[in-house]
């Protein structure tokens, strides 16, 4: 019989966070781990004895089924940054202590790169300690901006979504026989790949968004409203994606324009929003036309209703993986998916140091963006489109979808 397991969630969460967590739960299981425990809050939560056995919320495959389509992160989330050990030793002791009362042999950490950072630090610990635990990562961001992965669990989904969603924006547009411009604003920080899924809307029923804005192209207000113009000679309903972390060249957000007082994480990390509606006042200045912002926000990462069956099947299958890689020996890694090809898809999964992991931000690569024409090249569409194909029905109950709850 093997030790106990505990795991937690933290950051943002995805539609498919969850789907993580069962591959951690049942593999976990099937190997035979006596107590599989949850962390409450991810380590903040943890440090403050908020623990779940998981087998009390998930008892029967039902459970299992459910909670794969459960949208948000069941155990709850958070947004703390683990100290310097040579800043605070005493936190490192106490998350310690705290692992070894449980019997704790495998720690499971479901995020992106800030939560990456906390696998980092712990296994750094662990190792200066001579401690037996391992401790691995599984990835986890709908920004798809974690290195070394081809891309991460919750990407997929929320790139179905955005496209979906904007295929219905661009119809509803055709309505009226008036000039308008529409923006809408997709999540993704300082990565574009949110925002570059939208050009997935494109194909034989729909042409698709007239622009895309990327973080990776700094802004330039005159040759935006000279494109938006030139376009609106043609058409006179444009439809604009833009990502909510575009910046000028000069490094500001163009949200700061409007809000230069926006709050800031324990990671740094500006709360970005309000871009879209910078973008509007622009061109109804310019232009004169009628103007509407739609902030995609939340809804982009919790709509499980929406979700990639691909997506959903390779969040499940790196949970399983960082379970089987931890009880063969291996810690500080995080779990990786490897493209074999795209036609047909194929993905594996690997293991990759840590260190080259947490705190690095992947970006659009430069190649893939067709910054002249403000849209992205087939290459990117290629690399996102097998990553939204298939859906998992919700179970539905009384007409809406059953979801897992964890009462804390």
Not at 9 to 30: R, W
Not at 220 to 234: A, C
Not at 367 to 390: G, H, M, S
Request: aromatic content about 8%.
């Amino acid at each position: 019989m093997s030790g106990n397991v505990i795991v937690g969630q933290s950051g943002g969460p995805t539609a498919v966070i969850n789907s993580s967590l069962a591959g951690v739960y049942k593999t976990a299981k099937d190997r035979g781990a006596n107590k599989v425990y949850g962390m409450q809050h991810g380590i903040q939560g943890f440090l403050n004895g908020q623990i779940v056995d998981l087998s009390d919320h998930i008892k029967s495959n039902l459970d299992l089924e459910l909670l794969k389509r459960t949208p948000s992160s069941y155990l709850g989330s958070c947004r703390y940054k683990l100290p310097e050990v040579s800043d605070n030793k005493e936190v490192y002791e106490t998350i310690f202590q705290k692992l070894h009362e449980l019997n704790i042999e495998y720690f499971f950490y479901i995020g992106g790169n800030d939560s990456m950072d906390t696998i980092k630090k712990l296994s750094e610990y662990a190792e200066m300690t001579g401690s037996h635990i391992r401790f691995m990562g599984v990835p986890k961001t709908i920004d798809n901006d974690l290195a070394a992965t081809d891309h991460t669990p919750g990407y997929g989904s929320a790139a179905k979504y955005i496209a979906s969603i904007t295929k219905e924006v661009i119809r509803d547009g055709l309505v009226y026989d008036i000039k308008s411009v529409t923006i809408l604003e997709i999540m993704g920080r300082n990565a574009g790949w949110l925002t570059g899924a939208a050009a997935l809307a494109k194909s034989e029923d729909c042409e698709g968004p007239d622009m895309i804005l990327l973080p990776e192209v700094p802004f330039d207000s005159k040759d935006f409203i000279r494109k938006v113009d030139e376009i609106q000679k043609r058409k006179k309903s444009v439809v604009i994606a833009v990502s909510e972390g575009v910046r000028f060249a000069d490094g500001r957000y163009l949200c700061e324009v409007g809000d230069a007082n926006a709050s800031v994480d324990a990671f740094g990390h500006k709360q970005l929003s309000g871009t879209g509606r910078v973008l509007a006042s622009l061109v109804a200045g310019e232009l004169g036309c009628k103007t509407r912002a739609i902030e995609f926000n939340t809804l982009q990462r919790c709509a499980s209703h929406i979700v990639s069956r691909t997506d959903i099947s390779e969040a499940f299958q790196v949970g399983g993986a960082a379970v089987k890689a931890a009880f063969e020996g291996v810690t500080g890694k995080m779990i990786i998916l490897k493209r074999v090809c795209d036609e047909p898809y194929q993905c594996t999964t690997d293991i990759y140091d840590i260190n080259a992991i947490a705190n690095v931000e992947k970006r659009v690569p430069m190649e893939w963006i067709d910054v002249p024409n403000y849209f992205v090249t087939q290459e990117f569409i290629n690399y996102a489109r097998p990553l939204i194909q298939a859906e998992l029905t919700p179970i539905m109950v009384e007409g809406l979808p059953r979801h897992l709850y964890c009462e804390e």
